[in-house]
């Protein structure tokens, strides 16, 4: 296939702003550390700085649409190269140890946030389509899925704009918030507030973040490998749930809804599972009696930074993409029914974890 120069030079000047954000952030979060506050490490971790500076600017300033295109080849790719090297950190005892763990918390969460999504509906008036997109995006992996679902239930524009909207809101408020609560109501227990951080938030992206967050102001990395196991997890259920929707919302109608499980499986997540092989093979491969292992140990600490950085990168380009002027005008009531559910969903995940804890913590 031949490489298209036109495309890689367009996304060049959106790439190139991500990354001068990123660089710019962590500036910040030395100065912050060093000359404001005294100490070794900034109370505001690198990706929230990137994040609030991105909103600020993107809403002080319209971006140009040759900005966007690479910002959301940013969002889009460089997001997800950066979760894939997030394998590198992990064993296979690790992903079967909190996989196991996580599967349970992550079908209680989706069930309750369904049905919760079911009973608000008669009591707030939005379209039953919208619910469904709100329920989903909830429950498994933002917009994404509402993305991949909006098609089998033929939902509108506006319906999924909105979708959209809600989980774009309360997921980056949780993202902000839940690290410094995970810590405080989890006392630095790295399984529990991962497995939170994990259900409770809504995208990859904003768990991915939020995880980077935690490992940054705590000190506590395996928090991030947990909520990133978790939420790959959650990603993974989409292939079971769109058609779910797609029977449910279409049942008794003959309707012919065309949908692809290869469409709308998150490849990434093979991608995850590829680096933890690498990452065990190269343990196995190389000899903890020569340079090769030095060598080896190096490149997986040049690979922690560069996912950092890339993470750094998409939360920057996230934070310029989000318009609040659009926010503001969509009106109340669904953003009710999405506050709700991003309630609840974190309510399940703090009782299951409190319920199981003693038998297995």
Known sequence: MPVNYQYL???????GLALVFC?????????????????????????????LL????????????SMMIGLDFTQQYILKLGIIFLGIRL??????????IAIPLVIFCILGVLVLIKLLIKKVPISSKMSYLIAIGTSVCGATAIVATAPVINAKKTEIAYAIANITLFGVIAMLIYPYFAE???????????????????????????????DQQFNNPETLDVA???????????????????YLYNRGEVKDKKYSIFSIFPY???????????????????????NNFYNWLKFI???????????????????????????????????????????TVGIISLIYIETIKQFLF
């Open 54 to 65: 991105g909103i600020i600017m993107g809403n002080a300033f319209t971006p140009r649409p």
């Open 268 to 290: 990434f997540v093979i991608g995850f599972i590829g680096m933890i092989i690498v990452r065990n093979l190269g343990d196995q491969f190389f000899s903890t009696e020569n």
């Open 301 to 343: 600490e040049y690979l922690k930074i560069l996912t950092t950085v890339f993470l750094t990168m998409a939360m920057a380009a996230v934070g310029i993409s989000i318009n609040l002027g659009e926010l503001r005008s969509m009106g109340y009531k669904p953003f009710i029914v999405g506050l709700i559910a991003a309630v």
């Open 184 to 214: 405080w109501y989890f006392n630095d227990n790295a399984l529990e507030a991962g497995l939170f951080l994990g259900t409770s938030i809504h995208e990859t992206s904003q768990v991915a973040a939020a995880g980077l967050i935690y």
């Open 91 to 100: 064993s296979f005892s690790d992903l079967i140890k909190f996989g196991s």
């Open 228 to 246: 990133t196991v978790t939420k790959l997890i959650r990603n993974t259920f989409l292939v079971i749930l769109i058609p779910l929707f797609a």
């Open 9 to 15: 030079k367009s996304i060049i000047p959106g790439v």
């Open 23 to 51: 660089l710019f952030s962590q500036g910040i979060n030395n100065v912050l550390a060093v000359e404001i506050f005294g100490t070794a490490k900034s109370p505001i971790s690198t990706v929230l700085i990137a994040i």
